[in-house]
C-alpha cells in the first residue's frame, strides 16, 4: 500500500526561528494535506494542496504541493510557543481504491523553547 | 457551524464487551471517513461511507468491527467482543465530497480493560 515518510521526526527550537519539514512518498497523491494535532484532540487542517507544484500561505505557515505529485513541505515561521504539537502530512490518493481515503505521516514532534 | 461531533469522548470496555463509537459530521457533509491511532503514530484509514453506503472498508479488520452510516442519524463504529489491542484513539472525518478537504472530530479514546 501507499506509504508516506515523514521527517524530521521531531524537532526542538526556539522562539522566533523558522521550521521547515516535508513528506515523500512511492506513490503519486492529488491531494497533501497539512494537519496540526494537540495532546488529545483531533487533528486540525491548516493547509490544503490540490495542484503539482501549487504553493500556498496561511498566515506564518507555507506549503508547497511537489512537482512530481511525490512529495511537500510546510515551513513554519518565526515560531512562537503556540506552535507546539505534533504535525502530520496526509496524501490522498489518485484514483480507484485510493480515492477518498487520506494516507498519513508519522508526524513530526515540534517543541518551542521560549 | 458546528465542526464533527464524536461521542462518547472516553470509553472503557472489559474484555469481550461491545463498542459502539459515534461520529455527527459537519453540516452539509455526506461523506464520512474512520481512523484509528495508536499511542505515538500516524493515523490509519478504517473505512469510508457515504450515506447508507459503505464505499471503502480496505482499512478495516475483517473479523469484530462493522461502521454504518444510516440515512438519519450519526455514523456509527461498532467493534465486538473488544481485546486489548483495540485500545487506541479513533477518530471520524467528514467532507462535502470525495476530494474535497476532511475535516475531522475530536476523537473517541478507547481502552479496554
Known amino acids: 500500500g501507499q506509504q508516506l515518510n515523514q521527517s524530521p521526526q521531531s524537532m526542538f527550537i526556539q522562539e522566533g526561528e523558522d521550521v521547515s519539514m516535508n513528506c515523500t512518498s512511492s506513490s503519486i497523491f492529488n491531494t497533501w494535506l497539512w494537519y496540526k494535532q494537540d495532546p488529545g484532540e483531533g487533528p486540525v487542517l491548516l493547509i490544503a494542496?490540490?495542484?503539482?507544484?501549487e504553493l500556498t500561505s496561511n498566515g506564518r505557515l507555507t506549503a508547497q504541493f511537489g512537482i512530481t505529485r511525490k512529495d511537500s513541505f510546510l515551513n513554519i515561521s518565526a515560531s512562537i510557543p503556540s506552535d507546539v504539537g505534533i504535525y502530520f502530512c496526509a496524501g490522498q490518493g489518485a484514483g480507484g481504491t485510493s480515492y477518498g481515503k487520506l494516507t498519513f505521516g508519522q508526524g513530526t514532534i515540534l517543541t518551542v523553547h521560549p | 457551524n458546528a465542526g464533527v461531533m464524536q461521542n462518547p469522548r472516553h470509553l472503557v470496555r472489559r474484555r469481550g464487551q461491545e463498542a459502539r463509537l459515534r461520529c455527527s459530521p459537519m453540516k452539509g457533509h455526506s461523506h464520512v471517513y474512520w481512523y484509528r491511532q495508536l499511542p505515538e503514530e500516524g493515523l490509519k484509514f478504517m473505512v469510508y461511507?457515504?450515506?447508507?453506503?459503505?464505499?471503502?472498508e480496505s482499512g478495516m479488520p475483517k473479523e469484530r468491527f462493522s461502521a454504518e452510516f444510516p440515512k438519519e442519524g450519526p455514523s456509527i463504529l461498532r467493534i465486538q467482543q473488544v481485546v486489548r489491542g483495540d485500545s487506541a484513539a479513533y477518530f471520524c472525518a467528514s467532507s462535502r465530497d470525495r476530494i474535497n478537504e476532511q475535516f475531522f472530530g475530536p476523537g473517541t479514546r478507547l481502552t479496554v480493560l
Open positions: 494542496l490540490y495542484k503539482a507544484g
Open positions: 461511507l457515504q450515506k447508507e453506503n459503505i464505499i471503502d
